[in-house]
């Protein structure tokens, strides 16, 4: 990423708002659809804590996120029920694959940051 796309991002509020959404929304659909659901159908949570500077006091933008290990469901009279993500799709053994999950989010983040001044 080029440093005026990181500049961009590092002091416009909604630029990173947009970028943070756009990761979170990849990630819950990988979540909903490993708990076998659609992603309209189940609901997950995580907590972001942005980070800008590294520690060489360098701009280094990353966000460290902290996801449920499952899903919520919408029962059929109101509430919801939890879904666990079975244990064998996220275990070393069958590791989360970074590499096509960030090939997606840099497909829907590219359009994001180009379409702004």
């Known amino acids: 990423m080029g ?28 979540l909903a659809h490993k708990a076998g659901f659609a992603k309209t159908l189940a609901l997950t949570g995580a907590v972001t804590l942005i980070q800008r500077i590294a520690s060489a006091l360098n701009l280094n933008i990353h966000f460290h996120m902290l996801f449920l290990d499952g899903v919520y469901v919408d029962a059929m009279h109101g509430g919801a029920y939890w879904s666990a993500i079975p244990a064998t799709s996220i275990s070393p ?10 090939r997606q989010i840099s497909y829907w ?8 001044p």
Not at 93 to 102: D, E, G, H, S
Not at 109 to 116: I, N, R
């Open 93 to 102: 053994r069958r590791p989360w694959k970074p590499q096509m999950k960030t």
């Open 3 to 30: 440093w005026q796309r990181i500049l961009l991002i590092a002091r416009n509020a909604k630029v990173m708002t947009g970028v943070l959404g756009i990761v979170y929304r990849t990630i819950a659909t990988y």
């Open 109 to 116: 983040k590219a359009p994001l940051l180009t379409a702004l």
